[in-house]
C-alpha cells in the first residue's frame, strides 16, 4: 500500500527526529497499512537516507521474525525538513 496525499502532506510540520515521527505515524496507522499491531513490533531500521537538495529524510525499514528479514516487508516512509510526512509506501 502506498500512502501520498496529492494537495499536500499526511502530517503536520514536526521538530522531532524523523524517526520518531515515523514511529508514531506508523503505531497510528497500523491497519491503515494494511498491518496488525504485532506486525510493526519487529521492524528494524535498515536504512536513513537524508537529501541535502530537498531536505527530506527517507527512512527504510524491514520486518524481521525471530531476527531474520521477512522476504519483500519493506516499509519506506519519506519525511520533509520541517517534519511532515510525505509519504509511506510497505
Known amino acids: 500500500r502506498s500512502l501520498w496525499n496529492v494537495g499536500g502532506f499526511l ?3 514536526d521538530a522531532r527526529d524523523p524517526e520518531a515521527i515515523a514511529a ?6 497500523v491497519l491503515v ?4 499491531p504485532a506486525d510493526i513490533v519487529d521492524y528494524a531500521l535498515t536504512d ?3 537529501s541535502s537538495v530537498s531536505g527530506v ?3 527504510y525499514y524491514q520486518q524481521q521474525l525471530g531476527g531474520v528479514p521477512v522476504y519483500n516487508a519493506q516499509l519506506q516512509l ?5 517534519g511532515r ?6
Open 48 to 50: 536513513r537516507v537524508h
Open 11 to 13: 502530517t503536520a510540520a
Open 85 to 90: 510526512v510525505l509519504s509511506v509506501t510497505n
Open 33 to 36: 497499512l494494511g498491518l496488525e
Open 24 to 29: 508514531d505515524f506508523i503505531a497510528a496507522h
Open 57 to 59: 529524510t527517507h527512512l
Open 78 to 82: 519519506n519525511i520533509a525538513a520541517d
